[in-house]
Each structure stands twice: as structure tokens, then as C-alpha cells.
């Protein structure tokens, strides 16, 4: 496997289209929580570290936040520049976790959704603390799919498992209590469950780097079983899919 394949800047510019297309969005009530568990206001500034296609951002620039994009994959970058076009109060920025360009105490709140678990710790750290403010947070979220006792999702998450290419399924994995060297983390988890069609399950599940994709030869046969999965559970041709969103965040200076 070529190191190109593993990088995280690079691994899902072939499934931007999908990812943009079927990816839930993050629920409304993150915003109402952090009011309360931070003092959030529309006059803090946001850093949304790996923004992507601009889904963890639109959150806070709706509730009229400014707002510094950072994003290193190109097509995921212009992906989010092209779906926030329309908020003058969203500044796409080509950089990462490790130089995202901004200045030095020049933000109030690092966010940071999907993309957080692919981050360099050491360096990511240095960088977070250099931009973050005094008394600044850093709020880390992320959509998971549910673990429950429901059948669908017993099936459908064996189904991912035996597909997954596991060496592509491999993140970094940032242990959170060493990244905020001991700090309280706050955590909360927020139901997200999502109605899908069938389109809406296969183009979610191929949005994941590490599912095959077209050129592979198991992928046929993968969307065969995901269909029949689909035909066995749906009802007027929909289903329930639960995702649910987790929050941790932390005062980090």
C-alpha cells in the first residue's frame, strides 16, 4: 500500500460527491448545549480544524459565528466553499491541523468534527494552543453509528465489518485525555437518527474511505447484500438508521 492511500489529506477526495450528498448533518441542539456548558455566543470566533465539506461548520455560522475553515484536501475544500457560498461570515483557509495559517491567539473556539481522530497529536496540540485565546476551548463531534440491540444495525455493522478494507480503516486515534494533558473533558451524546431511502444507505456507506469502491471487484456483490439487507428491513421502501452525535470539549488554555 502506497503511503498516498493512508493519507488522510488526500484518502477521500474520490468520495467528496457522496460524502456531501448523504453524510448527516450535526444536530441544532450542540449549539443550545454549548450556550449553556461554555457561555457560547455569536461574537466568538471559530476555528473549524479539517471543515471538509462544510457541515460541522454551517452549524455555527448560523448561529452567526465567524467562522476560519481549515481544510488540506482540495476537492473537500472547494466542496465546502461552493455549499457555504451564501455566509459571508465563512473564510476557507488551505491549511491543517498541524499550520492552519491563522495568527497566534486569534480564536475563541476550536471545533473540530469528523476529521479530528486523523490529527498528528504533538503537533495539532502545539498548533491548538498557539491560535486559541485565553480561556479557550477546544469542542471535538463526530456522527458514529448507533450501537443498539436492533436488528438492522446488528446486520448492517457486520456487513461493514466483513467489507472493510482494514488496512484503510486504520486512524490515529488521539487519545483525548493525553491531548488535554488531564484537563476536565465534558462529554455529551446527542441522538441524530436519520430516515434513509436506498439510495441514501448506499451512498452513505460508500462515503467511508475504507469501503471499497467502484474499481473494486468485491463491490458489485457489496451492494448486492447492503440491497437485500435494505428489502429485509425497510418499510414503504425507508428505514431508521440511528447515528447519534458525541461531544467531548475542554478548556484547553
Given amino acids: 500500500m502506497e503511503m498516498k492511500e493512508f493519507n488522510p489529506k488526500s484518502r477521500f477526495s474520490n468520495r467528496v460527491e457522496n460524502y456531501i450528498k448523504y453524510r448527516p448533518n450535526y444536530p441544532k441542539e450542540i449549539i443550545k448545549f454549548l450556550n449553556s456548558a461554555i457561555g457560547l455566543t455569536k461574537e466568538h470566533i471559530i476555528a473549524d480544524i479539517g471543515s471538509g465539506t462544510g457541515i ?4 455555527f455560522l448560523d ?3 465567524q467562522v476560519y475553515g481549515i481544510e488540506p484536501n482540495v476537492q473537500m475544500r472547494e466542496a465546502g466553499e461552493k455549499y ?6 465563512f473564510h476557507s483557509i488551505d491549511g491543517d491541523s498541524e499550520d492552519t495559517k491563522l495568527e497566534s491567539e486569534s480564536v475563541d473556539i476550536i471545533i473540530s468534527g469528523q476529521a479530528f481522530h486523523w490529527f498528528e497529536p504533538e503537533p495539532t496540540k502545539k498548533e491548538f494552543l498557539k491560535i486559541l485565546k485565553p480561556q479557550g476551548f477546544v469542542v471535538i463531534f463526530s456522527n458514529r453509528r ?3 440491540d436492533d436488528k438492522f444495525m446488528n446486520e448492517y455493522m457486520d456487513l461493514v465489518e466483513r467489507y472493510s478494507e482494514e488496512e484503510l480503516s486504520n486512524s490515529l486515534k488521539v487519545d483525548l485525555p493525553s491531548f488535554f494533558d488531564g484537563k476536565t473533558i465534558y462529554k455529551e451524546i446527542f441522538p441524530n437518527p436519520q430516515v434513509f431511502n436506498l ?12 469501503i471499497p469502491n467502484e474499481e473494486n471487484t468485491r ?7 447492503f440491497e437485500l439487507l435494505f ?9 431508521i438508521f440511528d447515528y447519534e452525535t458525541v461531544l467531548n ?3 484547553m488554555k
Wanted: glycine letters at 8%; proline letters at 0%; a positive charge.
Fill in 56 to 59: 460541522s461548520s454551517k452549524l
Fill in 63 to 65: 448561529n452567526g459565528n
Fill in 84 to 89: 457555504l457560498t451564501g455566509y459571508g461570515n
Fill in 146 to 148: 448507533k450501537s443498539s
Fill in 199 to 210: 439510495e441514501r444507505l448506499i451512498g452513505d456507506l460508500v462515503s467511508y474511505s475504507y
Fill in 219 to 225: 463491490f458489485n456483490h457489496m451492494i448486492s447484500e
Fill in 231 to 239: 428489502e429485509k428491513y425497510s418499510n414503504n421502501e425507508k428505514l
Fill in 249 to 251: 470539549c475542554c478548556k
